[in-house]
């Protein structure tokens, strides 16, 4: 059974960084990605990398979140910059093989001085 485990979530002051890893327990052949979801909010799409590399992401994380994959470890990567307290939400990674999507349980991001 697929999993996905995420991790380097936590607590970080406006204007800091923090790096999101999330490793499937076996390949991920489709793109993979990043939602959050804040409190009383829908979930949203962060940002979106395909095998190949293309990559997409939110208008209110340009230029400052940076998503990026290993496909040897079948590792998507989310490296956030210049957080803002409205970053703050869990942040869930996904995959897809062909028509299935596979979900992590979500990492807490807190922005907060």
């Known amino acids: 059974q697929m999993q996905l485990v995420e991790s380097g979530g936590g607590l970080v002051q406006p204007g800091g960084s923090l790096r999101l890893s999330c490793a499937a327990s076996r390949s991920i052949f489709g793109a993979m990605g990043w939602y959050r979801q804040a409190p009383g909010k829908k979930r949203e799409l962060v940002a979106i990398?395909?095998?190949?590399?293309?990559?997409n992401s939110a208008d209110s994380v340009k230029g400052r979140f940076t998503i990026s994959r290993d496909n040897a470890k079948s590792t998507v990567y989310l490296q956030m910059n210049s957080l803002k307290s409205e970053d703050t939400a869990v942040y869930y990674c996904?995959?897809?093989?062909?028509?299935?999507?596979?979900w992590g349980q979500g990492t807490q991001v807190t922005v907060s001085s």
């Open positions: 990398i395909t095998p190949d590399g293309s990559t």
């Open positions: 996904y995959g897809r093989n062909g028509l299935s999507t596979y």
